[in-house]
């Protein structure tokens, strides 16, 4: 008889999923570089709430300099010498 031993992590949580073709095609995807299904659900996972963020900042960075006068002149100004540039051509 075998005596086995299972740890966990109690910071992991068990989850699941249904997924679409086209997730299952992603996960397919992941896993055919080597991941498990499981490193490559982390992973992507992780890379997305990323992007959101990121995108969440640049979106916060967008409406600082619409709301800065100084900086839409400075746009405004970058404008005029691009659109000379371009007759230029």
């Known amino acids: 008889m075998t005596n086995r ?5 109690m910071s992991e949580r068990a989850i699941s999923v249904r997924l679409d073709s086209q997730a299952d095609a992603a ?19 992780v890379e997305a709430a990323d992007r959101l963020s990121d995108d969440r900042s640049l979106a916060a960075e967008a409406a600082r300099l619409a709301a800065s006068d ?15 540039l371009r007759a230029a051509w």
């Open 70 to 84: 100084a900086d839409r002149k400075e746009i405004a100004d970058i404008r005029t010498i691009m659109d000379e």
């Open 27 to 45: 996960l397919a995807a992941l896993t055919g570089s080597g991941m498990t299904q499981s490193q490559a659900i982390r992973r992507a996972l």
């Open 5 to 9: 031993d299972t740890v966990l992590d």
